[in-house]
């Protein structure tokens, strides 16, 4: 007997951009916790957000639990997590985030690990099938 597969999208073509501000309330760490990190073993990922105080200007604005990879076009994934508030605070507003919902992907093409963007699909816990 003979299973049809389906064809699930690479984990890469889920990665979500968005320029935001946050009206000049402080920080963006005060809208938008950022938890997770290299010491405990994690990406950064984004916590509690107060999206009444964050304006999306581009694209979809990121929600609780995403994974941050790229703040201002600056790789994050692998950053501590007072490294990666380090990055966030360097930015004046507004900022563009490159994040990506946890979940499980098809993530084939992910054997060659050099590449940031593939090895995070190991790290963060993507399914991976051969």
Not at 69 to 76: A, F, I
Not at 86 to 93: C, Q, S
Not at 94 to 115: E, F, M, W
Request: hydrophobic content about 35%.
């Amino acid at each position: 007997m003979s299973k049809t597969l389906k064809k699930k999208k690479h984990w890469s073509s889920k990665v979500q951009e968005c320029t935001v501000s946050w009206g000049g309330s402080g920080e963006l760490v005060t809208v938008a916790e950022v938890r997770g990190g290299a010491e405990l073993g994690e990406f950064p990922y984004l916590g509690h957000i107060v999206s009444e105080a964050l304006v999306c200007h581009a694209g979809r604005l990121p929600s609780s639990g995403d994974v941050l990879l790229e703040v201002n076009g600056t790789p994050v994934s692998g950053l501590t997590n007072r490294d990666t508030l380090a990055v966030i605070r360097h930015f004046r507003e507004p900022v563009r985030l490159k994040t990506v919902k946890p979940g499980v992907y098809d993530v084939i093409s992910c054997q060659n690990a050099a590449h940031t963007l593939d090895y995070i699909c190991f790290v963060v816990g993507f399914y991976y099938s051969t």
